[in-house]
């Protein structure tokens, strides 16, 4: 079975500009989570999706949003970069979404902004 | 609120030692997993083992061990005869809440030398 997989790895973005981070769970996985990694902050929960739905939300500003769509492929977006945005983004997938559920995590976005 | 406390930040060791990871952790919830990950260089996070809060019986597999102590809020790894393969930072997690919202430690970054 194919892993999580995110496109694309690597991103160099200006600040200002928006970004659109992909994610593809394991097949037949239906909950996806987004975290962020920082050498400051470390790994944070940023938002988990389940049947198209956001079901949880971590501490961070608007800029910072997500989606679902029907085959439970994830988008995360964030507009009006700053530079503290700079940081891995892992996304992980589970079959459901329940703390039960042991999620399997993606290679990652490393996203620099400029 | 929850929290993990990773107090080793860098652990060193010679091939073949064995080493211990500490995890401590709080939470108020009676139901809780915790869950260990490896992260090597490439940057994503590689699922070790998951533990619930019912289960205090420790676990074994190959070269890796985990003690799980209520008691003192711990659940510790240990790698016998650490291999050089053995490199890359391992977080501790711990799930309370409805959905899959990870608390991460900080991480310990852990280096085998030949």
């Known amino acids: 079975k194919a892993g999580v997989t995110q496109t694309p790895r690597y991103l160099i973005k200006t600040r200002g500009q928006q970004v659109t981070l992909s994610c593809s769970p394991i097949s037949g996985h239906r909950s996806v989570s987004w975290y962020q990694q920082t050498p400051g902050q470390g790994l944070q929960f940023l938002f988990e999706?389940?049947?198209?739905?956001?079901?949880n939300k971590g501490n961070f500003p608007g800029r910072f949003s997500g989606r679902q769509f029907s085959n439970s492929r994830s988008e995360m977006n964030v507009s009006t970069l700053e530079l503290g945005d700079s940081a891995l983004y892992l996304c992980?997938?589970?079959?459901?979404?329940?703390?039960?559920?042991?999620?399997?995590f993606g290679p990652g976005t490393r996203l620099t902004v400029l | 609120a929850q929290k993990v406390t990773q107090a080793q930040t860098e652990i060193s060791v010679v091939e073949k030692e064995d080493v211990t990871l500490d995890c401590v952790y709080e939470t108020r919830d009676t139901t809780y997993y915790l869950f260990w990950y490896k992260q090597p260089p490439s940057g994503e996070l590689v699922f070790l083992i998951r533990r619930n809060s019912f289960d205090e019986q420790n676990e074994i597999s190959g070269r890796y061990s985990w003690n799980f102590q209520k008691s003192t809020s711990s659940f510790n790894f240990t790698i016998t005869a650490s291999q050089v393969v053995d490199s890359a930072v391992y977080f501790c997690?711990?799930?309370?809440?409805?959905?899959?919202?990870?608390?991460f430690g900080t991480g310990t970054q852990l280096k085998v030398e030949l």
């Open positions: 992980a997938s589970s079959y459901l979404a329940g703390r039960t559920d042991t999620q399997y």
């Open positions: 997690a711990l799930n309370t809440g409805g959905g899959n919202k990870l608390t």
């Open positions: 999706y389940f049947s198209e739905t956001q079901r």
